[in-house]
């Protein structure tokens, strides 16, 4: 029969696959260098009014920033890890800010509408990213809110980058933790190959019901409101994005040691920082985070009772007006920190 030889059919693919990119990529970058945005619109769940979305060009793929809100000081949001991004972390806050800040919402690398992205989205690539929001939106600093994976650059954001850092609210944040020999071994194992990183969490996200009981295990440490809304928007993520571990989870791991571990140089914080955690997370252990706190000068850690890993989705009732009030709006008290460093 006619036709491309076997042994070439994957690479007239692969070139097929790249040009449509490119051509997608061009269409975006003028409107990306004019700085427009766009009306969102589309997802599974209804979309907090006023959202705009831009879309940077990189070399790797585009970079896609959701903005609410013309006033007030800059707050750019940083979510998680794997299956998240920037409207999973943050549906509650964006809206809660937008009144009295000019909020940004960064969907990480290969997450949201951050794809396709051709290359790694490694610690320092995401970093870079960061750097690459505020140019684009010509922000000399901002305030830096993230959580999980998003708290840990967050925090070594600051640390790089000092002068370009006002305030930091981490919540749960990753980057500040290390495990036994036999788990780390383990975890390392899973990282390095490819077949077990993609296949255990594939098993994790197989039907709506698994991703649920997940969610309630790993996640969150009781009642949600809207957790339906939850559980749907993770299996469009997982339908778009397929189920697996990070690249920066992956890479932050090694063979021996943390690759990623700020710990030794939380000492270098030098803007006001808060650091949020949930005693019942499964996560990250609530005395890991008071522990990190304590190194940064200064800061304030708050221990939020009976609440889990994702407290911006739990309990948005308490995060919200928590860092609105660091934030400076006046929203609600910082009673329930303590003052540490």
Request: positive net charge; glycine residues 10%; hydrophobic residues 40%.
């Amino acid at each position: 029969m006619g036709g491309v030889p076997h042994s070439h059919r994957g690479d007239h693919r692969r070139d097929r696959r790249r040009q449509h990119r490119l051509r997608r990529q061009r269409q975006h970058r003028c409107r990306c260098r004019r700085g427009q945005g766009r009306e969102v619109t589309g997802g599974t769940a209804a979309e907090p009014s006023g959202l705009r979305g831009t879309y940077l060009t990189c070399p790797e793929g585009r970079l896609h920033v959701y903005s609410a809100g013309d006033r007030g000081s800059p707050v750019l949001l940083l979510s998680g890890a794997g299956i998240d991004n920037a409207l999973l972390s943050w549906r509650h806050l964006i809206p809660a800010l937008s009144p009295r800040h000019r909020v940004l919402a960064l969907d990480w690398p290969k997450q949201g509408r951050s794809r396709p992205w051709d290359g790694r989205a490694t610690h320092e690539r995401l970093l870079a990213a960061i750097t690459q929001v505020l140019d684009h939106f010509d922000l000399p600093s901002a305030a830096l809110v993230g959580l999980s994976q998003g708290g840990a650059l967050a925090l070594a954001y600051a640390i790089e980058h000092p002068s370009r850092v006002d305030r930091i609210a981490a919540l749960a944040p990753a980057g500040i933790l290390s495990f036994p020999p036999v788990v780390h071994q383990a975890l390392w194992l899973v990282a390095k190959l490819p077949l077990l990183s993609r296949t255990l969490p594939s098993t994790m996200f197989r039907s709506r019901e698994s991703v649920a009981r997940f969610a309630r295990r790993a996640l969150f440490a009781g009642p949600v409101d809207d957790f339906d809304d939850v559980v749907d928007e993770i299996m469009a993520e997982v339908r778009v994005a397929g189920a697996g571990s990070s690249d920066w989870q992956n890479a932050s791991i090694g063979p021996l040691r943390m690759r990623v571990d700020l710990r030794p140089r939380l000492g270098e914080v030098i803007c006001p920082a808060l650091l949020v955690q949930g005693d019942k997370d499964a996560g990250v252990n609530a005395a890991r985070t008071r522990a990190a706190a304590a190194l940064v000068p200064g800061s304030r850690f708050v221990l939020l009772e009976g609440v889990g890993h994702w407290s911006s989705r739990q309990v948005p009732d308490r995060v919200n007006p928590l860092i609105g009030a660091f934030l400076g709006e006046g929203q609600g008290t910082m009673d329930a920190g303590d003052p540490l460093g």
